[in-house]
């Protein structure tokens, strides 16, 4: 059940922040157009691995709040794919003007005890 994972306030600060929210779309690709992405034969890409840790392990919440927004993923992503393909690889995002960056993507589940 989402209720015995999230915490409350935690919760409540995702919603806040969702209902101030401008109008906007986002997308994050996992190079520029026309230029290759890597990644390790038989384990996919550098960009879904790190997307994934970055959502899944919470590595992309850089102020520790618990809630992961669009500017943090895209930091996170770019910062480790480019790192691991030595900057053959530079992710990149598109949004419209509305897009605010601290748009809410993700709520991560309270630490286990």
Do not use: C, W
């Not at 994972?5 to 935690?10: A, E, L, M, Q, Y």
């Not at 996992?30 to 038989?42: E, H, P, Q, T």
């Not at 500017?71 to 995002?93: C, G, H, L, M, W």
């Amino acid at each position: 059940m989402l209720g015995d994972k999230i915490d409350p306030k935690v919760l409540n600060e995702f919603n806040r922040r969702r209902k101030g929210i401008k109008k906007g779309i986002a997308y994050i690709t996992s190079n520029k157009a026309g230029f290759n992405s890597y990644g390790i034969d038989g384990r996919g890409g550098y960009f879904t691995e790190y997307l994934l840790k970055g959502l899944e392990e919470g590595l992309a919440d850089t102020d520790q709040d618990k809630i992961i927004t669009v500017d943090e993923i895209f930091t996170y992503v770019k910062t480790e794919v480019s790192r691991k393909a030595k900057n053959a690889q530079v992710p990149e995002i598109y949004h419209n003007l509305e897009l605010d960056m601290e748009l809410p993507v993700m709520l991560l589940p309270k630490a286990k005890k």
